[in-house]
């Protein structure tokens, strides 16, 4: 029989189901719908979250940046935001803070429907860890193939690639943009010295235009 468990974090509400099946996990995502709660299912365990009001500035940034980039630099991307990815087969599922194609973007852009049965997953996914889940969301992202995650905790950045193994690994560079200094890019989320958000992305866009043209 299902149990239940619920916990406050910060602002951020967390409510963890233990002995969910695939089914009860399909029917909460249609009874949610357009409801701002992230769903993670991994085999039997559904937790559900609301974010924060951190967790979502944090979110809006990081899409901001990456997107003036890719225009400033021309690199065609194609958000899926915080699109539910899941697969029966393997019985597990989320939805990311943001995801990016990059390399596969030509596979998927003019795709208004994803289907990871079919289609490739996300070159790049984001999370904002600024709580943690109960659920090994990482894990998750492994078993779906997403290549590359940038995880941000509200102070340091990180990079994992996907090895041939299935486990990511810490880097110092990104796969998706290779030529990007990940820890100068990092610096413009930091709320130190605190700037209003037009002022942070017209400063990154200045600095991403003083970059080494790509090779």
Known sequence: MPTTTARRTSTEQRFLLEAADWLTYRRILEALGDRHVFVTYDRGRLELMSPSPEHETYKGLVR?????????????????GSTTFNREDLDRGLEPDEC???RNEPLVWDHLEVDLTRDPPPDLAIEIDVTSSSINRQALYAALGVPELWRYDGTRLSVLLLDP?????????????????????AQFLATDPPLKENERVRRF???VRRLPPMK
């Open 64 to 80: 901001r940046l990456i997107e003036t980039l890719a225009l400033e630099l021309d690199v065609d991307i194609r958000s899926g």
């Open 165 to 185: 193994d299935g486990r990511y690994c810490p880097a110092e560079r990104s796969a998706s943009f290779p030529f990007l200094p990940m820890q100068e890019f």
């Open 100 to 102: 990016y194609w990059i």
């Open 205 to 207: 866009r200045d600095w």
